[in-house]
T-cell receptor, first 110, second 116 residues
Framework: QKEVEQNSGPLSVPEGAIASLNCTYS??????FFWYRQYSGKSPELIMFIYSNGDKEDGRFTAQLNKASQYVSLLIRDSQPSDSATYLCAVLNTGNQFYFGTGTSLTVIP | DTEVTQTPKHLVMGMTNKKSLKCEQHMGHRAMYWYKQKAKKPPELMFV???????INESVPSRFSPECPNSSLLNLHLHALQPEDSALYLC???????????????FGEGSRLTVL
């Protein structure tokens, strides 16, 4: 079982819709969770982090964490073409190491 | 200053060349990382330095040789590479307290390496 799993997509949504990205992790004791956005040919950039169960909102982005289900998600409201990118879920596990999921490719169609 | 700076941005080298990738951060982070990323794949961890000491080497071939001269600098020395080593090489750093990561990874822009 991989440490962090994501649906690789591709995920396509129309402009203005909600994009929902999902991630599961295997280390139950993990405490810190991150979403990175990566445009083609560029380096990953952090868009959200979450440490506590529940929702965390930042502008159009909402991260959701459910530690009991070992599940973390990212919602993008009012999706824009500029949101088209690969989204990487990263988990800092109890071994103090960062693990990345395989990434979900998102395309927002104008 | 919240930047991780990598040089060069692009590097083309032959299989017999020796070259180095450089990374610098001035955020006081004591953990620094090298990742390798192939197209449409996630970053793959190569090395981790914690407090200037190599703490993780993910079974990377010896043709890649990391070096951490001080707490702000991280190098990756390249020698006798293969064409399949062509990739984006990402440097990252993270804040630590007593060698425990307390925040996210900050990535540099990467060095795009092509091995001919």
């Amino acid at each position: 079982q991989k440490e962090v799993e994501q649906n690789s997509g591709p995920l396509s949504v129309p402009e203005g819709a909600i994009a929902s990205l999902n991630c599961t992790y295997s280390d139950r004791g993990s405490q810190s969770f991150f979403w990175y956005r990566q445009y083609s040919g560029k380096s990953p950039e952090l868009i959200m982090f979450i440490y506590s169960n529940g929702d965390k909102e930042d502008g159009r982005f909402t991260a959701q964490l459910n530690k009991a289900s070992q599940y973390v998600s990212l919602l993008i409201r009012d999706s824009q073409p500029s949101d088209s990118a690969t989204y990487l879920c990263a988990v800092l596990n109890t071994g103090n190491q960062f693990y990345f999921g395989t990434g979900t490719s998102l395309t927002v169609i104008p | 200053d919240t930047e991780v700076t990598q040089t060069p941005k692009h590097l083309v080298m032959g299989m017999t060349n020796k070259k180095s990738l450089k990374c610098e951060q001035h955020m006081g982070h004591r953990a620094m990382y090298w990742y390798k990323q192939k197209a449409k794949k996630p970053p793959e961890l190569m090395f981790v330095y914690s407090y200037e000491k190599l703490s993780i080497n993910e079974s990377v071939p010896s043709r890649f040789s990391p070096e951490c001269p001080n707490s702000s600098l991280l190098n990756l020395h390249l020698h006798a590479l293969q064409p399949e080593d062509s990739a984006l090489y990402l440097c990252a750093s993270s804040q630590t307290r007593a060698a425990i990561n307390t925040g996210e990874l900050f990535f540099g822009e990467g060095s795009r390496l092509t091995v001919l």
